[in-house]
């Protein structure tokens, strides 16, 4: 019998996570998750009959207390996914530098830290998958947008580096790129009809396109994927 | 009853397209294959039960006849693969200028024509899928093969262009880049254990990953793809 | 004293190729011209006392005759540039494969041949400088344009497979993507309007960063470069 | 007469910055550095009679006090370069948490620290320019190097984004990325001959090219440049 797959997903909420959180449940894995305030997970928990763990991804003993807890409640973890980021918006003469700077700590260095713990834990086993979320900010800077730009682009780096370091070490990193707006029914409705139907991208093919990548043969690996609705300009 | 899907793989021989051939067969397609020589895909044929057609790719009249073809033996094909490319090797002192200009045709004005007369199909039906194959030269003009990443760079410039236009029109164009050797049991013995277990990509893992593009969803498109072993230098 | 320069100036015309020839002969420099109709050429050439030839750049004994006249009546040019391009407009369901394949021919292949020329002859004499043009679709594939992707992306190929094959035999490849508008007094006086003051591209400060290129130290080369208006959205 | 232009160098040391001080002020520029121990710029402070300041580039006070004291003394800087790093080098599974997020702020950080209070001086001033120095890790993220790739991708996000912000504005602002290894004398002298001639970057060189991207019209504009030896794989 194939050993059952542990997946952790940190950065969780009702969106992209959850769609996560559902199709490896379906796929037979247990599911953790990890999010500042785990509270407002109590639903999804019910539903996927997960954990859900507290974690502030910035803080490095946060990250190794969570990577503890989920290895001794489930088992270690061998698909983890780094979904948690923030931005922050305004001319580059007004931005706060404080907020910019929390904005390229929960974007990227949150990314490194749990990037960390999973590499430390999946080495010595010798096998499993890190999968990192980026956005249009990872292609273009845009203006307005500086520490988005800075958090994205800068994940791509470390994503880069671990592939390049880990993937000979039989651990699948990649990054999936989402280049436009994630379908949200808390949305306003006239907005959500305006970009026509599958205008936004629906969280469960998003989810899909993760699995694919844990799922590949690792003689034919991605690193690297860019999703967005059939209708965007880019 | 869900209507057959039918595929057609432009430049057929015995390694990826073989494989990618089986896996749609095995989806339940109908396949068709064209090549410049069929005959050698006879044994191919007998296994997934499909036609083969004879097609020079660079022949505008020869890629209008193959689709009248097909469709007329199969029906329109709603999933086309455009797999053919030639190159040349040498200093740029001492290329010969009809080679170079052949395999840029091959390459690159080849899948514009199989491109196209896929569009003018699925244009009218609404739908459609059409995925080109690129390599190392996608990404990187190597010293000594210019006409190749002439031909590759090329064909990466009709993707992008024919993705930003058809992808609203409901066609969904991707281009799987493969930055490795595939796999071919042809190859010296010593030259495939050189690179260690999976260190070439295994053309079944390849197919699955164009399965995978024509099967997502239209709110979550890729159009850009690289594969790669797991234990590859890039 | 120092041995005169040579330049050769392939696909000239009113626009980037005059400022080219005429910022080269000011710095002492000999110009050669080339063009399919070279009459239009006159009035430049007495400007700048310089040679044109016919060159149709896409036919191989074409571009060898034309440099053997440079070579005959000015010397061996030690810095060529390649500026011609060909593109057409439609959707890809629409243009004409035979103007399609023109124009990847005219955009792409003179570039390989020109290169080509120019390598057999600084190859030997150890050094050199070969630039070409590149434009927005060098960047980008845009819709109903596939001609120009195809043709400009496959240029960016050639220019990196010569620059990693012929640097390390100290001859400069280099390409200049010039990304919006240059400016010329025939264009709609409302539309050069239109973009606001140096919202198109001046000619004769797009010409000053060829030569910067050409005037480069060989330990600190660059390869490419993007050019664009301050006002340019990209 | 025309005003004289004011340069601030931030990351200042003997290499590549002592080559833009001294090229700067050859062009009649005032020089005034940074650097968290200026005393090491005593020497080149007075072969070009300029200022230092002490500045930890990643405190907010610090740059800020940096921005007044240089315009205090020197008057509102019009040409800022921003060339500070930090890496660490070593198993993702080994680097040390802090070690990381400090090299991430002192390659990123304090370049938007930098970059916002030139803004905040140039925007008002309606002109100016502002550099970064990029390196390998801006194209690749290496192995064994993931804080040196999150850093310097991190700040190709931030001259992106600004560019496209501040570029309107009338502000140019460019990245240089420096592809190869710069020529320090100090280095062991096995190791300088070991590239063959010209095998290392000359900082003169590089200097070169800062000072033409400042010097180009603003019709064309450039905002991205590699530069490498003639020699270098790349």
């Not at 290895?71 to 305004?90: F, T």
């Not at 010595?124 to 730009?149: D, H, M, R, V």
Request: charge should be positive; hydrophobic fraction near 40%; proline fraction near 6%.
């Amino acid at each position: 019998m194939a050993e059952q797959e542990i997946a952790l997903i940190v950065g969780a909420g009702p969106g992209l996570s959850a769609s996560l959180a559902r199709l490896f449940k379906k796929e037979g894995m247990k599911v953790a998750l990890a999010a500042r305030s785990p509270k407002k997970l109590d639903g999804l928990l019910k539903e996927i009959n997960g954990h859900a763990y507290p974690c502030d991804a910035v803080v490095p003993k946060d990250v190794e207390d969570l990577f503890n807890s989920v290895s001794r409640d489930n088992g270690e973890p061998n698909l983890v996914v780094y979904n948690a980021s923030r931005r922050i918006h305004g001319p580059i003469t007004a931005v706060d530098p404080g907020e910019v700077l929390n904005a390229i700590l929960v974007t990227c260095y949150g990314g490194f830290l749990v990037g960390q713990a999973a590499a430390k834990r999946m080495v010595p086993a010798g096998k499993g998958t890190i999968l990192f979320t980026g956005a249009s900010a990872s292609i273009k800077g845009f203006p307005n947008s500086a520490s988005f730009a800075m958090g994205k682009m800068g994940l791509t780096g470390l994503v880069q580096s671990m592939a390049r370091e880990l993937q000979p070490q039989n651990i699948h990193v990649a990054q999936v790129v989402i280049d436009g707006g994630i379908y949200e029914p808390t949305r306003d409705a006239e907005r959500l009809k305006s970009r026509g139907p599958d205008g936004w991208l629906d969280p469960d093919a998003i989810a899909q396109t993760y699995l694919n990548l844990h799922r590949q043969h690792r003689s034919a690996w991605a690193s690297y994927i860019e999703l967005r609705p059939w209708t965007e300009k880019f």
